[in-house]
């Protein structure tokens, strides 16, 4: 299993499909959900995406894709982004699966890695550890921003992860998930 985590300005509130760039960048994490699950012909089971959009008015809403229960869904951008304004849309006091294999809640950044703190979490930094010399762990769990990066307020819940860098160049989310992915085929992880 692989997972990775997105976080993103993107707003909390039912956007605009017409307008995805100008609703906290929706382009931006529906093309890494995307990254994460869709090969040439079949979505990967072996992947849960987990999403949390820190924009206005309503920060934090955490959405998680599970590939072995994802159903209804294209690689598309807008077919993605209304998945996520469909969670957005059913967000109430309790965890909901908002379509099939896609679950939303009010949970936190704190919450998830306080749960999550036995897990293998590498933070994918420019200026971490190149990936090549990381012996990587089984159930690996990559964390990585959107174009504004991780807000500087939760960046001391990182400081216990090793930070690894796919290069020292900038990459799009989308493209640091497919090349995780890439790397993690090859390894066989």
């Known amino acids: 299993m692989r997972e990775f985590v997105l976080i993103s300005h993107g707003i909390t509130e039912p956007f605009a499909l017409n307008s995805l760039p100008n609703a906290g960048r929706m382009d931006i994490v529906s093309n890494a959900v995307r990254s994460a699950f869709w090969l040439s012909f079949q979505i990967r089971k072996d992947v849960v995406f987990h999403l ?80 090549s010399n990381i012996e990587m762990k089984k159930d690996p769990v990559f964390v990585l921003g959107d174009n504004l990066g991780i807000p500087s307020e939760y960046q001391e819940l990182l400081l216990n992860f090793p930070k690894i860098s796919l290069s020292p160049v900038s990459y799009l989310a989308s493209e640091c998930i497919t090349i995780v992915n890439y790397l993690l085929d090859q390894k066989k992880i």
């Open 52 to 131: 949390f959009l820190y924009g206005k008015p309503n920060p934090w809403i955490y959405i998680r894709f599970e590939g072995k229960k994802l159903k209804k869904a294209s690689p598309d951008e807008r077919n993605l982004a209304i998945l996520i304004r469909k969670a957005i849309e059913r967000i109430n006091d309790r965890e909901t699966e908002s379509t099939p294999g896609v679950f939303v809640s009010r949970k936190g950044l704190k919450d998830f890695f306080e749960k999550h703190k036995e897990k293998n979490i590498y933070v994918l930094d420019e200026n971490g550890k190149n990936i």
